[in-house]
């Protein structure tokens, strides 16, 4: 693949300033590039060179396609000078666009909405049954994914960033550390021995509404996650639950991984996950307690709106909200630099502000 500005003119030369993408098929990284400064304006085109060798492979031509976005972020869409791999689906699903006389684009908020291009086991969506579980009417849930679930490239970590389900015997250890952390403790409120760690998540893999998840860099594990319907979650009653809507929990449990680099990766990349993992999923929630400023900004940053302060009988939470259009539209997968400028100033206490420690379940 080889990456450059398309000209402004139709039937203008080779544009300036063309480089090659070597890319991976595994999709364990998008193809490296050498990119230099585009000497052409307009729309990037991602050109097949590969002509003696046949068409290009879908995983080629998907990670050539995000390391197009992700070196040219402000990009809405690609030109694709490029043969489609046979069988695709790319154009089915509104990922490429056809243009009569034209060169086929790739729009950027379309692209990102494929799971293919992040998810190894890509699911269709579950049939809509409804259920009544404690007195709460939901949509019957899937069976819980197993394995890896989702896998993106980290440009600015070159690092491979994983979300793999929990499984209790190789991931008690670390859990169990992390849980008996002091920053972790702080909001968690998890402490104690193996076996209660054990039982803790027993119980998380007996809930069909919950879904543990460990995340990591390049194979190394940094922190926990849990992912849930809020349909019936406990947050349902503080808000207007829609039947797919999504909410998580977090912990990041190495000292190492605390800080902006990291968290600019994993946060919005749980965002993605949840919502390529079910399309009709509209909206995320979540509900950190209200005097954790850091992830609060840090929510804003990433596209959450702070809807309203509400108490649990455990605790007083902020509940934030970020919507999907917002997402695929905002291109959020990069944070913000600044947070929004609607989302208000979070609750100010004299409990101590620890950095990249998430919702405490």
């Not at 990037?44 to 976005?69: K, M, S, T």
């Not at 190894?120 to 009544?132: G, H, K, L, S």
């Not at 100033?345 to 950095?355: D, F, I, K, M, V």
Request: one cysteine or more; glycine letters at 8%.
């Amino acid at each position: 693949m080889a990456l450059s500005r398309a000209p402004r003119r139709p039937g203008a030369g080779r544009p300036a300033g063309r480089h090659r993408a070597q890319g991976h098929a595994a999709r364990r990284r998008p193809p490296q590039q050498h990119l230099g400064p585009a000497r052409a304006a307009g729309t990037p085109r991602l050109e097949w060179l590969g002509a003696c060798a046949g068409e290009p492979d879908e995983a080629h031509l998907l990670a050539a396609i995000e390391a197009a976005f992700q070196r040219h972020p402000a990009a809405r869409q690609l030109a694709l000078q490029s043969p489609l791999p046979s069988g695709t689906r790319l154009v089915d699903a509104g990922i490429v666009t056809p243009a009569e006389g034209a060169l086929p684009t790739v729009a950027r908020e379309a692209f990102w909405q494929w799971p293919r291009a992040w998810l190894p086991q890509p699911r269709e969506p579950f049939a809509q049954r409804f259920v009544v579980t404690q007195g709460k009417r939901h949509p019957l849930r899937p069976a819980k994914p197993q394995g890896t679930v989702y896998r993106r490239h980290i440009p600015w970590l070159n690092q491979t960033l994983t979300l793999d389900t929990v499984d209790i015997e190789r991931d008690l250890p670390a859990f169990h550390r992390w849980m008996n952390d002091p920053v972790v403790a702080h909001f968690w409120e998890e402490e104690g021995d193996l076996a209660r760690h054990r039982q803790y998540l027993e119980g998380i893999a007996a809930d069909p509404r919950v879904t543990g998840l460990v995340g990591r860099f390049d194979g190394e594990p940094f922190g926990y996650f849990e992912a849930y319907w809020a349909k019936e979650d406990r947050i349902a009653p503080f808000y207007d639950a829609a039947d797919h809507d999504r909410g998580w929990h977090a912990l990041v449990g190495e000292a190492r991984f605390r800080g902006k680099p990291f968290l600019t990766a994993w946060m919005p990349s749980v965002s993605h996950y949840l919502f390529l993992d079910d399309p009709r999923t509209q909206r995320l929630v979540i509900e950190p307690r209200a005097d954790n400023e850091k992830m609060i900004r840090s929510l804003g940053r990433c596209g959450y709106a702070h809807v309203k302060e509400f108490d649990f009988p455990h605790k007083r939470a902020l509940l934030g909200v970020l919507w999907r259009e917002r997402f695929f539209g905002e291109a959020l997968w990069i944070p913000r630099a600044d947070p929004t400028a609607a989302s208000p100033a979070p609750a100010r206490r004299h409990e101590p502000s620890l950095e990249d420690i998430h919702a405490n379940p």
